[in-house]
């Protein structure tokens, strides 16, 4: 018979631990075949045999008329105590309860010299049982004939499907708890599940598929993701806009969105106060949001894109974009205006949703008011080649000018008359 427990030597008379701690072990029990005896019998002989990682050979001991104790007080809790008199060591022993009951009514069935079937294991050939393998965490799908068929392991902390052809990410994907990477790009995936959205994942690539085609952008809205990304790629997929809910995911780091068709990115990007990494190059921007600026951006690419000076129709359409459905209250931005003036904590809960997205999202003027997005008498403007100070690697291309768009809150306001001097303006 064979038990899967932990075990603790120690020597009685030294009092040392032959283990320091309890180790994962195999321990043993069953007869010994040695050469017959004068009477031509096989003599049997009982033994104990105790495998561990370190000790995989095993030590034995003679169980009859060498055993010094069994303490049983505490079986039911799954321990027990073995003590042999040669060597003077004692197996501390911590089971499962009813294997341990089990094992040491086969001891004392051995002992009291009656032969059981539990008894009938060749100790000369008995080995540990084989541990669990370690639960795989990393797998990796280069073409669609790896796919497996059997479902993936729930322990799975980083999943890479590549070039695989799949048009949808599967639910059971979705539904990996443990996933924190997934790596899904160069394939045909139109549709996300919401479901990814409750998934914790710091890293997700998703670059050259097709999400652009339906712009479901459903899945980010789930508040753990959002909350857990640090890295997303985006880069072709044939994106005409920046996915509105992508501005609420404050821990993002990096953010590539390279070859895609993007005519503009939000003023609300501000919002992604991590962010340290934003590769847009190869799309059709026109300008960049001024907030830009409010950002502490490592590397900004904007290479390849075709920045350029206002048209009249681009305004009115930009506008008509920004622009929400409801104009709040006057109360409203009044009030977020005060509690951004006073930068006033905002932790959940404190203030209305409403008022949070105002104060982190709405477009600000250069004088630091915030704008409710372009109402009449803010003014939008588009500077040429403005001077972002606060990124430090700027990639574009020489022959372009870069645009950047400005809101100014006011025509009264100083800011529009410092505009004028400091930069070439460029009035609808
Ligand atoms: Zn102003």
């Known amino acids: ?6 075990v603790q030597v120690v020597n009685r008379t030294t009092q040392a631990n032959r283990t320091p ?39 034995r001991y003679k169980v009859r008329d060498n055993i010094h104790a069994v303490h049983t007080k505490f079986v039911l809790d799954g321990k ?33 010299g009656k032969d059981a079937i539990n008894l009938r294991l060749n100790i000369a050939a008995a080995t540990a049982i084989p541990q669990k393998a370690q639960p795989q965490v990393r797998m990796v799908i280069s073409k669609r004939s790896e796919y497996p068929i059997k479902g993936f392991p729930r322990t799975l902390k980083s999943l890479t499907i590549n070039n695989s052809q799949l048009v949808k990410l599967s639910f059971e994907v979705c539904s990996l708890r443990n996933l924190t990477k997934l790596d899904v790009s160069g394939n045909k995936i139109t549709k996300i599940p919401p479901e990814l959205g409750r998934l914790a994942l710091t890293s997700l690539h998703l670059g050259s598929n097709c999400l652009g085609e339906l712009n479901d952008w459903c899945w980010l809205r789930g508040t753990k993701l959002s909350q857990s990304l640090g890295e997303l790629d985006l880069s072709s997929n044939g994106l005409t806009h920046f996915p509105p809910p992508l501005v609420k995911f404050e821990r993002l780091v990096s953010l590539n969105l390279n070859h895609n068709l993007l005519s503009r990115l939000p003023f609300a990007i501000r919002r ?8 847009v190059c190869s799309n059709k921007l026109e300008s960049l949001p001024a907030a830009i600026e409010d950002l502490h951006i490592d590397l ?17 359409q930009l506008a008509q974009q920004t622009a929400a459905a409801n104009t709040p209250q006057p109360l409203w931005l009044k009030a977020a205006r005060s509690v951004a003036n006073y930068k006033l904590p905002l932790p ?81």
């Open 21 to 59: 701690r309890p180790l994962k072990s195999t321990l043993a029990i069953g007869y010994k075949q040695s050469a017959r005896d004068a009477n031509g019998n096989t003599k049997k002989e009982l033994e104990m045999v105790l495998f561990s990682g370190q000790n995989k050979t095993g030590s």
């Open 272 to 279: 992604l106060q991590a962010l340290r990494k934003l590769h």
């Open 80 to 112: 027990a105590t073995i003590g042999f008199l040669q060597p003077p060591e004692n197996l501390l022993i911590k089971c499962d309860p009813i294997q341990l009951k089990g094992f040491l009514q086969t001891l004392k069935l051995g002992m009291d």
């Open 348 to 428: 959940a809960g404190s203030v209305p949703a409403v008022l949070i997205e105002l104060i982190c999202e709405a477009p600000k003027c250069l004088c630091g008011q915030l704008c409710y997005a372009l109402r009449k008498e803010d003014l939008l403007q588009r500077v040429v080649q403005p001077k972002f100070t606060n990124i430090k690697n700027l990639t574009y291309s020489r022959e372009h000018q870069i645009y950047a768009d400005v809101v100014i809150c006011g025509p009264g306001c100083s800011a529009s008359v410092q505009l004028k001097a400091l930069f070439s303006l460029m009035f609808p």
């Open 1 to 6: 018979m064979k038990i899967l427990c932990e």
């Open 300 to 316: 900004l690419d904007v290479w390849g894109n075709c920045f350029k000076a206002f048209n009249a129709e681009a305004a009115q």
